[in-house]
């Protein structure tokens, strides 16, 4: 059976965390007696969750088990009662394992719903198709360009500008009006 201890019955605390060292039953006795109460609970949330997120009816989801139930049991430990319920990513030794052990992004086909994820595909699979068109091709070609233009006048207007800042002016000045015009 368990150790009988009057200090242990007094400090709630000090019999949780010697647990292991006063219980000389069996470690069924221990699971039943100190891990179960905690983590059935837990498992029962965890559940409840998975029918929530419809992780049985998919393949794959977003949903992370092992997240869920850490971030369940740090959140109802007895110890925390007065304390303000905490994001996974914001628990202490989640965030030092995080530190050493990243974790991938998570895939995109996960973060979309399915409809999403149609009407991306879809304006994909339009936008190919217009640009494909011849018209749409001398449009871009003519874009691009018209775009290329305007940067070397920049860079012409940027070369004039220092120019006439350094005072070499007399010729320039009409060139550069000139082209402007163009």
């Known amino acids: 059976q368990f ?3 009057p200090q242990l019955k007094q400090d709630p605390e000090s019999k949780e965390e010697s647990a ?3 219980c000389s039953g069996s ?3 221990f699971l039943e ?5 905690v983590l059935l609970p837990g ?14 009816e998919e393949k794959r989801t977003k949903f992370i088990p092992t997240d869920f139930l850490t971030e369940w049991l740090y959140n109802n430990n007895p110890k925390r009662k007065d ?3 905490t994001e996974l990513f914001s628990i202490p030794f989640v965030k030092d394992w995080l530190k050493d052990h990243p974790r991938p992004p998570v895939p995109l086909s996960l973060l979309l719903s399915k409809e999403e994820a149609s009407i991306l595909i879809q304006s994909f699979w339009r ?3 217009v640009r494909c068109d011849s018209e749409i091709q001398e449009l871009r070609k003519w874009q691009k360009k018209l775009r290329e233009e305007r940067y070397i006048r920049d860079v012409v207007r940027k070369f004039w500008a220092k ?3 350094k005072g070499n002016t007399a010729d320039g000045i009409n060139l550069f009006h000139n082209f402007l015009q163009y």
Do not use: M, N, T
Request: net charge negative; charged share 30%; with cysteine.
């Open 3 to 5: 150790s009988d201890d």
């Open 20 to 22: 292991l060292l006063f």
């Open 27 to 29: 470690p069924r006795e």
């Open 33 to 37: 007696f100190y891990i179960f109460p």
């Open 43 to 56: 498992l029962a949330a965890l559940l409840h969750e998975v029918e929530k997120e419809k992780c049985l």
């Open 83 to 85: 304390e303000s319920f």
């Open 127 to 129: 936008g190919y198709r």
């Open 163 to 165: 120019q006439e800042a």
